[in-house]
């Protein structure tokens, strides 16, 4: 599992297809596995799209597997159980893949020494995630009211034995966290860069999207002069762990998302089927302009459309 960035794959041939009733059968008959992204399909902000929870629970009595794939790394994925189980949504921990989980793991798998140390710049659920996996992390929101003082006699002090820094999304993000993980990358030998995602924008709130990971892994990137390793969608480190862990064929999986450039690259990078809904990031125009080069198998309006074309 080596979590580089793909190369990217559109799918060629022919533009999406608008769910109906005839290809919705068609794809509910042909997939064990349903993976679905979060903000912007399940939620925007703290708000359930309507329809989910019926959507969901049709697809359980069907026999099919529900995992949950979402890049906002500000939880683990025990807070992320407990942000579904307020909003009435009964998933368990082992069906939630975050960035945050991803994070750890890649460290895990690939035998991050247990003597060095994790810089965070991000939130609560990557801290979670790496302590968790046996890690010592350091950073992250305690570090969110540090300030830095640019006088002429200011040294900036960091912990030389940080051998990764990860970075996701992070509301409280500082010149402070950008010095010290600058210095840790650039001046730590072999200290690895990594981002939980790369998203531009995500829905935070109901209302509007925000500045996504991608404003502050490019922070980071611009400091240091480095790419980073990207463990979220649409890396395929993700996806391979996800397969590991359910021994599940991607040619039998959907996933199921609103952005093009993560979640329908992610699933189709694996060879999954791909719906993109329109209840999040992408709009139909954005999908039908010609300079879009990433063509979902289907589209349609929300999750609960599914619901509506079953006849259920």
Same mark, same amino acid.
Not at 182 to 194: A, D, K, Q, V
Not at 237 to 244: G, P, S, T, V
């Given at each position: 599992?080596?979590?580089?960035?793909?190369?990217?794959?559109?799918?060629?041939?022919?533009?999406?297809?608008?769910?109906?009733?005839?290809?919705?059968?068609?794809?509910?008959?042909?997939?064990?596995?349903?993976?679905?992204?979060?903000?912007?399909?399940?939620?925007?902000?703290?708000?359930?799209?309507?329809?989910?929870?019926?959507?969901?629970?049709?697809?359980?009595?069907?026999?099919?597997?529900?995992?949950?794939?979402?890049?906002?790394?500000?939880?683990?994925?025990?807070?992320?159980?407990?942000?579904?189980?307020?909003?009435?949504?009964?998933?368990?921990?082992?069906?939630?893949?975050? #960035?945050? $989980?991803?994070?750890?793991?890649? !460290?895990?798998?690939? /035998?991050?020494? &247990?003597?060095?140390?994790?810089? =965070?710049?991000?939130?609560?659920?990557?801290?979670?995630?790496?302590?968790?996996?046996?890690?010592?992390?350091?950073?992250?929101?305690?570090?969110?009211?540090?300030?830095?003082?640019?006088?002429?006699?200011?040294?900036?002090?960091?912990?030389?034995?940080?051998?990764?820094?990860?970075?996701?999304?992070?509301?409280?993000?500082?010149?402070?966290?950008?010095?010290?993980?600058?210095?840790?990358?650039?001046?730590?030998?072999?200290?690895?860069?990594?981002?939980?995602?790369?998203?531009?924008?995500?829905?935070?709130?109901?209302?509007?999207?925000?500045?996504?990971?991608?404003?502050?892994?490019?922070?980071?990137?611009?400091?240091?002069?480095?790419?980073?390793?990207?463990?979220?969608?649409? #890396?395929? $480190?993700?996806?391979?762990?996800? !397969?590991?862990?359910? /021994?599940?064929? &991607?040619?039998?999986?959907?996933? =199921?998302?609103?952005?093009?450039?993560?979640?329908?690259?992610?699933?189709?990078?694996?060879?999954?089927?791909?719906?993109?809904?329109?209840?999040?990031?992408?709009?139909?125009?954005?999908?039908?302009?010609?300079?879009?080069?990433?063509?979902?198998?289907?589209?349609?309006?929300?999750?609960?459309?599914?619901?509506?074309?079953?006849?259920?």
């Amino acid at each position: 599992m080596k979590g580089e960035n793909p190369n990217p794959s559109p799918r060629s041939g022919a533009a999406a297809e608008l769910l109906c009733g005839v290809n919705a059968k068609a794809l509910l008959d042909s997939v064990d596995a349903f993976l679905f992204d979060c903000d912007g399909v399940i939620w925007k902000g703290d708000k359930l799209i309507d329809g989910v929870s019926q959507t969901l629970d049709l697809l359980r009595s069907k026999g099919k597997k529900l995992v949950f794939v979402t890049n906002n790394s500000t939880k683990s994925r025990a807070q992320y159980a407990n942000k579904f189980r307020s909003l009435g949504l009964s998933v368990t921990q082992d069906e939630i893949f975050s #960035s945050s $989980f991803a994070a750890a793991m890649y !460290l895990k798998v690939n /035998h991050f020494p &247990p003597n060095k140390k994790a810089y =965070v710049i991000g939130g609560e659920g990557i801290l979670q995630e790496l302590q968790l996996a046996g890690f010592t992390a350091l950073g992250g929101p305690e570090d969110g009211e540090k300030r830095v003082q640019l006088k002429s006699s200011c040294f900036f002090e960091h912990d030389k034995n940080v051998g990764a820094v990860v970075v996701g999304l992070d509301p409280d993000i500082n010149y402070y966290k950008l010095q010290y993980g600058t210095l840790c990358i650039r001046e730590n030998p072999g200290c690895l860069f990594i981002a939980t995602n790369c998203d531009s924008v995500g829905h935070m709130t109901d209302l509007q999207e925000w500045p996504g990971a991608g404003c502050m892994v490019g922070a980071i990137c611009g400091s240091t002069g480095r790419e980073p390793i990207v463990v979220g969608k649409p #890396s395929t $480190f993700m996806m391979e762990f996800l !397969l590991q862990k359910f /021994h599940m064929s &991607p040619s039998r999986m959907c996933m =199921v998302g609103d952005r093009l450039d993560t979640d329908i690259l992610f699933g189709q990078n694996a060879g999954c089927k791909t719906l993109l809904v329109l209840s999040g990031v992408t709009t139909e125009s954005i999908l039908g302009d010609s300079s879009n080069s990433i063509q979902p198998d289907y589209y349609t309006s929300k999750v609960s459309d599914i619901l509506k074309l079953l006849g259920e």
